[in-house]
């Protein structure tokens, strides 16, 4: 399993991005699979995932951030709205398959005017 993310970049506050993760090889784990954000020092947070019944969104997002896939679920995508500084962070997809956690390079995401 291979994941690669993309479409980040800068953006103002209040602006919208949306990021997407492509899965190669045998693709995404099932239902599990999501996004996780990283900022210099502090540990791995969970943005987005979906589970087998429904969607996990972090406190810090809800009503903002809106996790989806494509129907062959090869492609993943984070849209992003109202978005605020601390928002800032690296974007990391992520699936669990095989018995293990797979992870993309992740993507920079900055907001700031």
Not at 56 to 69: E, H, L
Not at 89 to 104: E, P, Q
Request: some cysteine.
């Amino acid at each position: 399993v291979q994941l690669q993310a993309s479409g980040g970049g800068l953006v103002q506050p209040g602006g919208s991005l949306r990021i997407s993760c492509a899965a190669s090889g045998s693709g995404f784990g099932g239902y599990s699979m999501g996004w996780y954000r990283q900022t210099p020092g502090k540990q791995r947070e969970l943005v987005a995932t979906f589970t087998a019944t429904n969607i996990n969104y972090a406190d810090s997002v809800k009503g903002r951030f809106t996790i989806s896939r494509d129907s062959a679920r090869r492609t993943m995508f984070l849209q992003m709205n109202s978005l605020k500084p601390e928002d800032t962070a690296v974007y990391y997809c992520w699936t669990h398959k095989y018995g293990r956690d797979y992870w993309g390079q992740g993507t920079q995401v900055t907001v700031s005017s």
